[in-house]
């Protein structure tokens, strides 16, 4: 079965620090790959997106993620982390399924930011 | 505004009293579904609706049924609902295929089951 994989359970940065946030998934087809963020007590937003062209992905507040196919691997990354950016990230892969697109999600990670 | 919504937000019950989450979008997407999230398992689907009156499960419907007799509104019922069910429930919305695929969430739904 397809799955997504986030090795980081809970990390814990300064603010200032720079974070990369591990993602790996297990398809070996066309995947289109995604991160959302999700504040506390909010629902889970959009940050970035590939489906294809270059690998480095741009996204929202200075997010941005590197897709490698040889290393299966989407991660996340910010130079510099803000306490505001605490919350719980999620990688999640879009496959195909009995026909129909599919989101498989990781397990999360969750951030805290210190000031 | 483009936006998913749910009702009730939070929602605290006793095992086996018949409850439903409702979720409606305006944003004339074909495509639902419903998550359960939990801690260290990330989000696992658990029915979809590829357009009205076309439903299917997810990866976990065990206790769970939908219904899609509108093109907005997909609400989950549990007819009998369990403490392992105690979760905090997304409901979603897209357009299925395209180049473009995001899916819109709702704000959630925190149900305790005791």
């Known amino acids: 079965a397809q799955s997504v994989s986030q090795h980081n359970h809970h990390v814990i940065l300064s603010e200032a620090a720079s974070l990369e946030l591990g993602c790996n998934y297990s398809?070996?087809?066309?995947?289109?790959l995604f991160w959302y963020v999700q504040y506390p007590g909010q629902h889970l937003q959009l940050l970035l997106k590939?489906?294809?062209?270059?690998?480095l992905v741009k996204g929202i507040k200075g997010f941005e993620a590197e897709f490698i196919k040889s290393k299966f691997s989407f991660n996340l990354r910010k130079p510099s982390v803000q306490w505001s950016d605490t919350a719980e990230y999620f990688c999640?892969?879009?496959?195909?399924?009995?026909?129909?697109?599919?989101?498989?999600f990781g397990a999360g990670t969750r951030l805290a930011v210190h000031p | 505004e483009a936006q998913v919504t749910q009702n009730p937000r939070y929602l605290i019950t006793v095992t086996g009293k018949k409850l439903t989450v409702t979720c409606s979008q305006n944003?004339?997407?074909?495509?639902m579904s419903w998550y359960r999230q939990d801690p260290g398992l990330g989000l696992r689907q658990i029915y979809y609706?590829?357009?009205?009156?076309?439903?299917d499960k997810g990866d976990v419907p065990e206790g769970y049924k939908v219904s899609r007799k509108e093109k907005r509104n997909f609400p989950l019922i549990l007819e009998s609902p369990s403490p392992n069910q105690t979760s905090l429930y997304f409901c979603?919305?897209?357009?299925?295929?395209?180049?473009?695929?995001?899916?819109?969430f709702g704000p959630g739904t925190r149900l305790t089951v005791t």
């Open positions: 999640a892969s879009r496959t195909l399924s009995g026909g129909y697109n599919k989101l498989i």
């Open positions: 398809y070996g087809g066309t995947v289109n």
């Open positions: 590939y489906f294809s062209g270059d690998p």
């Open positions: 944003m004339n997407h074909e495509y």
């Open positions: 609706s590829m357009n009205v009156e076309v439903t």
């Open positions: 979603a919305s897209s357009s299925p295929g395209g180049p473009v695929y995001e899916q819109y």
